[in-house]
């Protein structure tokens, strides 16, 4: 299974910041809090149950999916958009009538994106649709075409949609469900 290694360390090292720059001391319990954090991510898929109707672990464990994540930026941060604001269900026929959904908050779908990959943290592509980035021309100056690829939370491509139905999930919204 795909794991950053420094997924979940924004936070801790944004803390001991913050502390070394007011010139505080380091709150122990806190720190411990963050590395029971990592630990609990760590065995969070031991359990076979914890596996079914869970697209997080699809993703994280489908070769070709991380893959395609790992070479593309803009593929991770549209693949990262359609997690935004949508929800997903496994496309079967239990998990279709029974409304058995999957979806996430934004942060989550950057730390999602950032294990695929095997780098960095969810902030890497926390509220990365919002701005995106801008192409560059030859002369080494912005285009006026916006994003450069990038889309905004919640945007499904179709080829994250069929990527997606490749590894047996549907986007659904509310009132499909």
Known sequence: MNRSPKRHSFQKERYLQRCAENDQSVNEDYLQMFDDIINQEKSKFVDPESRVDNMEYDLRTTKWICDKAKVSEVYAQNLYAAMCNNNFVQNDVWPILSGKSWGCSWRYAGGIIADMREEG???????????????????????????????????????????????????VNDNDV
Do not use: A
Not at 131 to 159: A, F, L, Q, W
């Open 121 to 171: 943290d969810y902030i890497d592509w926390y509220c990365s649709g919002i701005k995106g980035k801008p192409s560059i021309n030859e002369e080494g100056k912005e285009n006026d075409d916006g994003i450069n690829g990038y889309v905004s939370e919640g945007v499904v491509t179709d080829e994250i949609r069929d990527d997606l139905l490749k590894l047996g999930w549907l986007v």
